[in-house]
C-alpha cells in the first residue's frame, strides 16, 4: 500500500466545499453588511481550517499527508484524491490567507452586487484550493478549469478598466488554449501507464510507479510546458497579464499576482512525472533561456511604466522568470527557493497590489505623472508601501531575499552565466521600484490632489500589517516555512537526478514511500 | 555571558528601533532621543566589554543566534565572529556613532520627523552591527544591504525636496550595482567551499586556484567600490549630501562607506592570492584618491568639498589594502572616521549657525562668531591635511610609505599629490569658511551663534581623538593597533619588510613638507591675496569648468547607461503594447473558432449524448444569468463547461479504443 499519512476528518474536503457551500449560503443572506459579515466568516473559518492543516503537517518528509482517497471513474483510473505535501501546504495557506485579506479589501471598496462578488470570490477560492490539494490529474484539471468562471466574472464585472469585458475574455481563452495542450499531455501519460500495468490511470503517485520513454517525456513535457506557461505566464506567453491585471478589479489582481498556479504545476507534475525530460540539457536551456529574458525584459518595461499597475505587472513577470531560472536549476537551492519565491510574491507583488488599489481608492488613478510628494499627507500608507516594495525587490531581512537569494545560488550552480545574468535583474528591481516612489511618494505634494486624503483606514491597515508581518517572520526567521518544503524538495530533487527510467529501489525515498504496491 | 553581551550590541538598537518606530508618536520627541542615543551607548558599552575579552585573549570566537536559511548542503547560520578586526570596527562603530546620535539632538531639535530620523539611525547602527560582527558572508550581506536602505532613507529624510528624493533613489542603486557583483562574490565562494562562513573559507582560501581568487577577489572588489564609493561607482556619494549633516557624518564619512575596506581586509587571505585583484585594488584606490581630490579643489559647497574629501580618503584606504598594508587601511579607516566625523559635525554646526547656508561663498570670517567650531575645525583640517603630529599623518604616511618601500611608486605618487591636494583644498575650506571679511547674508548674519553644548561636547570629544588617535599607530609598523591586528591583518607576504630607519623619516619629513606646501598655498591664496584664486580659475577656465562640473560624470552614465536603459524600456513596452500582443491575438482568433467549434459540439452532440451535463450547464447558466438579471454573457461559462465534457468525452473514446494501437511510439 502507499504510505501516505490520513487524518481522522477530511479537513481538505472541507478547505475545498466549505467556500463553495458558503458561496451558496450567501444567496439567502439579504442585506450589504450582512453579506459582508458572512463572506469574512467564512474566509475566517477557512483560514483557520488551513492553519490547523500548517500546524499538524509534518515536516521534513516528501509523504503525502491528510490524504483522502475515494473512486470517481474507476474504470479510467479517475479518483477523488486529495492530499498535501511540502510543495503544495504553503500554497493552500497562502490561498487561505489572501481570501481573507480580499474580503477585507472589498469590504469598503465593491458596492456593485456585492452578494455576487463575495460569492466570485468564495468560489475563486474553493476552486483554487482544488487546484493545489488534487493529486489525481484530471480532478486537479477541473479545478483548473472551474477556476476560469469566478476570475472571467470578477473581471467582466468588477474589473477598473474601460476594455474589461475584453480582459476576461482574452484570459479565460488564453488559459483555455493552454490547457487544451496540458489535458493531452496527461492523457498519454495514462495511455503509457496503460501499456505497462494494462489500466488507466490519472493518480499521480501511481503515475510515478511507470517509467516513460524518453521521446514520450519530451513531448509531454512541452504539452504540459505549454499549459502551464500560459497560466502563470511565463514569457513570452504573457500578454493576457496586463490586460486582465490592469482592467481587472484589485481582488483578481491580488489572486493571479499572488498564487503562481503556473509554475506550482512544475513541480507538482513535471519534475516528478517527466524527470529525464525536464533535466534534459537542451529543454533546460531554452526554459533557462525563457527565464532569463523575462527577467531582463519584465524589468526594463517596468521601470518606464507610469501606472503603478502595469508596472507591477511587468514586475511580476520578472520575477517570474526568477522562479522558473530557480526551478530548472534542478538543484535544492534553486528548487527550494523558487518553492519559497512563489509564496513570497503572495505577500509582496500582491501586497503591492493592494497598496496600487488603496491609491487608486484615493486618487482615482495610479498615474505618476499626476501625483507626487503622497508620504506628506499619507505616511502610514507610504511607510507600509516602502516595506513591500522592498520586499519585492529582495532586501536581506525581508521574505524577498530569501527567495532570490536561493534562486540565484542554484541558477549561479547549475551554470554561473545563468547566476550572471538574473543577477542584473536585482539591480533593475531596484531601479523601477525606487524611481516610481521617488516620484509618486517622495517629492512635493502635487498641487490638484484631493484635498482631504484619508491615511491608512483600519482594515488597510489590518491588511499590511498582515502582510508585513509575513514578510519580515519569512525574511528574518524562515526555518519553519524551509523546514516544511525541505523534504518534498528533496525528493523531487533526488527523483529529477534518478529518473523515472531507473528500476524503483526500496532505499529512495520517494520510490519507497510511493511505489510500494 | 560574552555571548549575552556580543547578542546584545545589535539588540539594543534594534529594540530603540522597534519601540520608537511603532509608538513613537506617542511620546515627546525628548524620550525618543533618550532611547535612541541610549541604546546604543549600551552598544558601546557592551563593545566595551566584548573588547576588554579580546585584548585578554584574541581568539577569534563565534556566537551563533540561529540557523537562519538552509537547503540541500547549505547552511547558513545567523552567527557572529568576534576577532580583533571586529572588536576594532564595534568600537569605531559604536563609539563615533554614540557622539553623532548625542550631536543630532541638537542638530535635528525641533524638526518635523525627529523620531523617524532618530528611527532610522538606530535601524543604521543595527545594519551596520551586523555587517562588522558577522561571521559569514551572508551576514555580512544582510548588514550590507541593510545600511544601504538606511542610507537611502536618511538622504531621503527631507523627502519633500526633489533634489534629495533622487539623490536617495541614485545611491541606492547604484550600491545594488556593487551589490549583485557581491552576491556573484557569494556564489562562486559557496560553489568552491561549500560553506559561507568566514572561518572555514578564509582557512581553505590557500587551496585556490589563482584564476578562481582572482575571480572572487575581483566580484567583491565590485561590491567594494559601490558601497565605498570608488571609480567608477562614487557618483551618489556626493548627492548624498542631501540628507542631514550627522547622517552624512556618520553613514557618509566615518561608516558605512568604509565598510567596502573592511570586506577587503577581512577578505586579505583571498587578495593575497590574486595579484591581479590586488593591483586593481590600488589602482582603483590611487586614482580615486586623487580624481576626488582634483574634484574638491573647486566645489562651493561645504559639505561637497568633505564628500569629494571622502571618497578621495577612502581611495588611500584601497590604496592601503592595494599594497597589502592592511592594518594601515584599518589605522586610517579608524583615524578618518574621528576627523572626518569631526569635520562633518563641525560643518553641521557652521550651518547651523547660518541657518542653513551651505555655500561657502556666503561664509567667511567666522573665526569669532562661533570659535568652538572654528577650533574643532581647524584640529580637523590639520588632522586630515596629514601634519604632525595629529592623527590623519600616522596612518597616512603609513600608507604611503608602504607603497614606496614596496616599490609601487606609481601609487605613492597619486597618493603624494592626492596628499597636496587634500591639504589645499582643505584649507582652502577653512579659511574661506573662517578667515577674511564676512560675505554671510546680512538677514542671516545676525542670527550667528555658537551651537548648544549637546553638539559642542561630541565635537571636542571628536577633536581630542583626532589630535591623539594617531597614536594607536606609533611607532609606525610596531603601534598598538598594529600589535592587536596582526593576527588578523597581516599580510601573507608578511608585512615585516625591514626598511631603513632613514627611508621612514625621510618620507615622512617629504610628506609634511608637501602638506604645509597646501597650507602655504591656500593661505597665499584666500588670505593673503584674496582675489588671487578667481584670477587662476579665469585664466584656466576649461580646466575649472571641467571640474566644477566634476568631469561630467554623471552627464556621461546618463547617457551610457540610465538613458539607453529607459528607451529600451520604452521600446520594448510598445513592443509588448503591439507586436507581441498582436500575434497573440491571431492565436485568438483561432481560439475564437475553437471555441465556437467547441460551443457547437457541446450543443449538438454532447447535450443530446450526457444531459446530466447539459442540464447542469443550463442550470449554471441559468442561475448566472438569474444573478445577473441577464448582464452576463454565458460564453465562458458555456466553454469551461464544454471542454470539461469533452475531456469526458474524449476519455470515453479513449477506453474504447485499443490502448496498444493508439499509443505513440
Sequence with gaps: ?517 | MFELLVLLIPLFPLLAVLVNGLFGHRYSHEVAARLAYGSVFLSFLCALAVAADVVADPQPREVVAYSWIFGGDLSIDLAFLIDPLTTVMLLVVTGVGFLIHVYSVGYMHGEEGFTRFFTYMNLFMVSMLLLVMGNNYAVLFIGWEGVGLCSYLLIGYYYDKVSAAKAATKAFVMNRIGDAGFLLAIFLIFSHFRTLDYTTVLAQASELSTGMATAIALCLLVGAVGKSAQLPLYTWLPDAMEGPTPVSALIHAATMVTAGVYMVVRNHAIYDLAPIAMTAVGIIGGTTALFAATIGLVQNDIKRVLAYSTVSQLGYMFLACGVGAYIAAIFHLVTHAFFKALLFLAAGSVIHALGGEQDIRKMGGLRQKIPITYAVFMIGTIAIAGIPPLAGFWSKDEILAHAFVQHHYGLYLLGAIGAVLTSFYMFRLTFLTFYGPSRVDPHVAHHIHESPKVMTVPLMILAALSIVGGFLGVPPEHGLLHSFLHPVAASAGGAAHESSTGLVVGLATFATLTAFAGLGLAYYLYVVRPHMADEWARRTSGLYTLLLNKYYVDEFYDRIAVEPCKRLGDMWDWADRHIIDRVVQGINHMTDKGAAAATWIEKHIIYGGLNIIGYANHLAAWSWRKLQSGMVHHYATIIVIGLAVLVHLLLFWLTGATPGSYAMR
Excluded: C
Excluded at chain 1, 477585507?104 to 452586487?113: F, G, I, K, N
Excluded at chain 1, 475563486?124 to 468562471?149: K, N, Q, R, Y
Excluded at chain 1, 510515478?208 to 517525456?217: A, G, I, R, T
Excluded at chain 1, 505566464?233 to 503556473?262: C, E, N, R, T
Design chain 1, 1 to 517: 500500500m502507499l504510505e501516505e499519512i490520513e487524518f481522522g476528518f477530511p479537513l481538505l474536503t472541507f478547505l475545498i466545499f466549505f467556500p463553495l457551500v458558503g458561496a451558496a449560503a450567501l444567496w439567502a443572506v439579504k442585506d450589504e453588511a450582512s453579506i459582508k459579515q458572512a463572506a469574512l466568516a467564512i474566509a475566517g473559518i477557512e483560514l483557520v481550517a488551513a492553519i490547523v492543516v500548517l500546524l499538524g503537517f509534518v515536516p521534513g518528509t516528501a509523504a503525502m499527508q491528510f490524504v483522502e482517497h475515494a473512486r470517481w471513474f474507476p474504470q479510467l483510473g479517475i479518483g477523488y484524491h486529495l492530499a498535501v505535501d511540502g510543495i503544495s501546504v504553503l500554497f493552500m495557506g497562502l490561498t487561505a490567507f489572501l481570501t481573507v485579506l480580499l474580503v477585507l479589501y472589498a469590504w469598503d471598496t465593491v458596492h456593485l452586487r456585492p452578494k455576487a462578488f463575495y460569492m466570485s470570490v468564495l468560489g475563486l477560492e474553493a476552486t483554487v484550493m482544488g487546484i493545489f490539494l488534487s493529486i489525481d490529474l484530471i480532478l486537479f484539471f477541473v479545478f483548473w478549469e472551474l477556476m476560469l468562471i469566478p476570475s472571467y466574472f470578477l473581471i467582466k464585472l468588477w474589473g477598473t478598466g474601460s476594455e474589461r469585458e475584453y480582459a476576461a475574455l482574452k484570459y479565460v481563452l488564453y488559459t483555455l488554449l493552454g490547457s487544451v495542450f496540458m489535458l493531452v499531455g496527461f492523457a498519454l501519460l495514462s495511455l503509457n501507464y496503460h501499456e505497462v500495468k494494462q489500466a488507466y490511470s490519472f493518480d499521480l503517485l501511481e503515475l510515478l510507479s511507470v517509467p516513460v520513454p524518453f521521446d514520450q517525456q519530451v513531448l509531454i513535457f512541452w504539452l504540459i510546458f505549454l499549459g502551464l506557461a500560459f497560466k502563470a505566464p511565463i514569457f513570452p506567453f504573457h500578454s493576457w497579464l496586463p490586460d486582465a491585471l490592469v482592467q481587472g478589479p484589485i481582488p483578481m489582481s491580488v489572486m493571479l499576482a499572488g498564487i503562481k498556479m503556473g509554475t506550482y504545476g512544475f513541480l507538482r507534475f513535471s519534475f516528478p512525472l517527466l524527470p529525464e525530460a525536464s533535466r534534459n540539457p537542451s529543454i533546460v536551456t531554452i526554459v533557462m533561456i525563457l527565464g532569463l529574458a523575462a527577467i531582463i525584459y519584465g524589468a526594463l518595461i517596468a521601470i518606464v511604466q507610469a501606472d503603478f499597475r502595469r508596472l507591477l505587472v511587468f514586475s511580476s513577470i520578472s520575477h517570474l522568470g526568477f522562479v522558473v531560472i530557480g526551478l530548472f536549476a534542478l538543484n535544492v537551492q534553486g528548487i527550494q527557493g523558487s518553492l519559497i519565491h512563489m509564496i513570497n510574491l503572495g505577500f509582496s507583488t500582491a501586497g503591492l497590489f493592494f497598496f496600487a488599489g488603496f491609491l487608486y481608492e484615493r486618487l482615482g488613478h495610479i498615474d505618476v505623472r499626476q501625483s507626487s510628494g503622497l508620504a506628506k499627507k499619507l505616511p502610514l500608507l507610504a511607510t507600509l508601501f516602502l516595506i513591500l516594495g522592498m520586499a519585492s525587490i529582495g532586501l536581506p531581512g525581508t521574505n524577498g531575499f530569501i527567495g532570490e537569494f536561493l534562486i540565484l545560488m542554484g541558477a549561479f550552480q547549475a551554470h554561473w552565466i545563468y547566476g550572471a545574468i538574473a543577477v542584473t535583474g536585482v539591480i533593475f528591481a531596484s531601479a523601477y521600484f525606487l524611481w516610481y516612489y521617488e516620484r509618486a511618494i517622495f517629492g512635493p505634494l502635487k498641487a490638484g490632489l484631493p484635498a482631504a486624503l484619508r491615511d491608512l483606514t483600519p482594515r488597510e491597515w489590518a491588511i499590511g500589517i498582515s502582510l508585513s508581518v509575513m514578510i519580515f517572520w519569512i525574511g528574518i526567521y524562515p526555518s519553519p516555512f524551509l523546514r516544511m518544503i525541505n523534504g518534498s524538495v528533496q525528493a523531487v530533487v533526488e527523483r529529477l537526478d534518478r529518473g523515472s527510467l531507473a528500476t524503483p529501489t526500496v532505499d529512495h525515498p520517494l520510490i519507497s514511500r510511493w511505489v510500494q504496491d
